[in-house]
């Protein structure tokens, strides 16, 4: 384990690329194969293919098939055979296609990935990524736009990621390749393209488990991951124009979620919204809303707010509809200010 | 070299202990001596732990009496410590098998400080890093496609080690099953699939798990060679395992080893009694008539090899007598042990957790 895995480091080179999402999470892989030979990276149609996103274009032909490879198409391979490589000393990646697909594969991860360090009484480790697009918006009908982070977040031993911006899909995904335990690395699809940032090109990491203050404010605090960041962070900027100043915190890491930053912000605004995608029953913003009630009891002005998806499977024509857009979220705003 | 697909199980010694065809014993007395001493072992390590559990010193066991042929065959064909392991829950003789010492076994199933595993899994589930030999998951067939992962970063660090599975007759259902032999078998990964087929899978038979005469034969469909060999002869199952392993090692891929053997116990303590109601006492003393280790001293003694049962059985029960003494001395894991090694580090809100049970231990 290196400082590397720990710190939010300082960018060797000044250079920087401007990249969209899946880009940077491209060059997170390219950079972490060029440092370890122990990373593998496999999956369906990941090699001359690059990927049905195109998240691994290119680095077949880089690496070559030996580290770069397609696997038959059965999640619960691709997810056992990471966990037995990384039981022998590889830093296995693997790509599930969709997040919609990850049920095959569910048993290897709660019943081996998760477990194995606690159960051997850490003789046994599985350092692995599991690489999934995830969330709604790309038009693909309730098997190719779930939210399923809360399955996992709800098994101990596994860590649950989410970026929302190009910058941290590359730190969270380095950080994550050299994560000692499991991490379940969702990927925003609405989002792989949304936009560009400029992204080092030099070696950093964002470091696990810590959120990321967006924007500062004081009136109300937004929290959210992933593919409804770009929405709220609209919001924010629509209510300062009227004169309300929103705090935006994006969680980044759901397991282990950063409960310091989230408190310290509600603490001064007395104001929480939590928005996410994920069906509103057993969505991780629960267990926000839980904490925030009971260890801020006294500091509220209002009630926690949760936008989130509807309690049905993910819809086609209606996609607009049931995702959490910034008119929603505004309204659910002006009646946390309205209290 | 033996001959994959065979109609029926490959046989090296008879019931009365009489070689069976033409083949020369590569075994020296030594090693001929050991084989049988952790059969024996295997064997007592079983009656035992049926005491211990009646008196209330453990809450699980699951006998593998009867399989002893099969485990210690292949444990004493594989290389400990170097080749890996990924079993499943019946295989206490494929461990002594391989050299792990009696008291960790009992260790894990007592749980007591010096557990391996930290006293946090169901007993009878061990996991020893020294040997290889992969913590077992009670989720069946779902080492398999790991053990296949295995393989594959064996062939990957281009090691001459070689990764042997193995399951029940029960797991070949499984979707994981054959997620893990189909892999394997593209990725021509050198992992030995070991069925021992015990004929019962809890209450259900082997004709209620499939429709295939054996499990060899589905092999072929994962193109891979599939050996039908008697479990229950000892010589049968070491002389298997040991050519296979060795064509592994020279990169001849994946290939699935059945041994057919019998549970002679109940599958567990679990169904102790319960056992009476789906299979016949008939059937049960048959195959107790067919007990591997009988068999291996009737070949012993027809090779002019003398051992003294009586003695090794005693010396076997002294072991894990002595064993149950020294692994309990060592006392119990204290309540905190519950919160490490969830993660490589403890964060912040499993931290929480435990200051809240420690503010409750403590009160």
């Known amino acids: 384990m290196t400082a590397l895995q720990d710190k939010e480091t300082a960018v060797s080179t000044s250079a920087t690329l401007s990249l969209n999402l899946i880009q940077a999470i491209n060059l997170a892989m390219r950079e972490e194969m060029r440092l370890d030979e122990r990373v593998v990276l496999f999956g369906e149609d990941v090699g001359a293919r690059g990927g049905v996103f195109l998240a691994t274009e290119g680095l077949q032909a880089e690496f070559g098939r030996r580290r770069v490879f ?12 990471a966990v037995g490589m990384a039981v022998r000393g590889l830093r296995p990646i693997a790509e599930i296609q969709f997040a919609d697909y990850m049920g095959p594969g569910f048993d290897q991860i709660v019943s081996q990935a ?9 003789q046994f480790t599985a350092p692995l990524v599991i690489r999934t697009p995830s969330g709604g918006g790309v038009r693909g009908g309730h098997h190719h736009s779930q939210s399923p982070e809360a399955y996992y977040a709800h098994t101990p031993g596994l860590k649950v990621v989410m970026p929302s911006t190009p910058y941290d899909a590359k730190g969270l995904l380095k950080a994550a390749v050299r994560s000692d335990d499991p991490v379940i690395f969702f990927e925003p699809k609405r989002i792989y393209r949304a936009f560009k ?5 030099g070696d950093y990491v964002v470091e696990l488990g810590r959120a990321a203050v967006r924007r500062e404010g004081a009136d109300l605090t937004i929290v959210g991951y992933g593919g409804v960041m770009p929405d709220a962070l609209k919001v924010a900027d629509a209510l300062k124009a ?9 969680l980044r890491s759901i397991v282990p979620w950063d409960r310091e930053t989230v408190l310290n912000s509600v603490a001064k605004t007395g104001r929480a919204l939590l928005v996410s995608e994920a069906p509103r029953t057993a969505n991780f913003m629960g267990e926000v809303a839980y904490t925030i009630q009971e ?5 509220l002005l209002a009630p926690v707010s949760q936008v989130a998806g509807f309690d049905t499977p993910y819809p086609y024509a209606q996609d607009k509809v049931y995702l959490p857009g910034p008119n929603r979220m505004l309204r659910a705003a002006a009646k946390l200010l309205g209290y | 070299m033996h001959k994959p697909f065979t109609d029926k199980p490959i046989q090296r010694i008879g019931e009365d202990g009489r070689k069976i065809g033409r083949w020369t014993l590569d075994l020296t007395e030594d090693q001929l001596r050991t084989m049988h001493r952790d059969m024996v072992r295997a064997r007592v390590f ?7 559990l009646r008196q209330g010193k453990t809450s699980f066991y699951a006998q593998s009496s009867g399989m002893e042929g099969t485990q210690v065959g292949l444990a004493h064909a594989v290389r400990p410590g170097h080749d890996w392991i990924w079993p499943y829950y019946r295989d206490q003789g494929l461990a002594i098998g391989l050299g792990v010492s009696v008291r960790d076994l009992l260790a894990q199933c007592l749980g007591t400080s010096e557990d391996l595993c930290r006293a946090r899994q169901m007993p009878h589930h061990f996991g020893v890093r020294n040997y290889n030999f992969v913590s077992i998951s009670s989720s069946i067939a779902n080492q398999v496609a790991p053990a296949t992962g295995t393989a594959m970063a064996q062939q990957y660090l281009g090691t001459d080690e070689i990764t042997v599975c193995t399951f029940g007759d029960g797991a070949t259902s499984e979707g994981d099953w054959h997620a893990g032999l189909n892999m394997a078998g593209v990725a021509k990964a050198p992992i030995m699939f070991v069925c021992e087929n015990n004929q019962w899978a809890i209450s259900v038979d082997f004709k209620g798990q499939t429709a295939s005469t054996n499990i060899a034969v589905k092999a072929h469909a994962y193109g891979m060679p599939g050996y039908y060999v008697d479990g229950n002869d000892v010589l049968a199952v070491h002389s298997v395992v040991s050519e296979v392993a060795e064509r592994m090692r020279a990169g001849e891929g994946p290939a699935l080893v059945e041994c057919l ?22 059937e049960v003393e048959l195959w107790r008539s067919r007990d591997p280790i009988t068999r291996f001293e009737r070949f012993l003694a027809a090779e002019g090899l003398s051992v003294d049962a009586a003695a090794i059985r005693a010396a076997a029960q002294r072991e894990v007598e002595d064993a149950i003494t020294a692994t309990e001395a060592t006392g119990t894991p204290g309540w905190d042990v519950m919160f490490e090694d969830v993660y490589e580090d403890v964060p912040a809100h499993i931290a929480l957790q435990r200051e809240y049970v420690r503010a409750e231990q403590e009160a």
């Open chain 1, 70 to 81: 397609d696997t038959p198409l059965s999640e619960a391979s691709i997810v056992g055979a």
């Open chain 1, 114 to 122: 998760a477990k194995i360090r606690y159960r051997s009484g850490g």
């Open chain 1, 197 to 201: 940032e400029d992204v080092p090109e």
């Open chain 1, 242 to 250: 009227e004169g309300v100043s929103v705090e935006v915190v994006d």
């Open chain 1, 295 to 299: 260890e801020l009891f006294d500091a």
């Open chain 2, 46 to 52: 079983d009656e035992k732990l049926v005491t211990i």
């Open chain 2, 261 to 282: 053997t019998y549970r002679i116990g109940s599958h567990s303590n679990a169904d102790a009694d319960a056992e009476k109601q789906y299979r016949s006492r008939e």
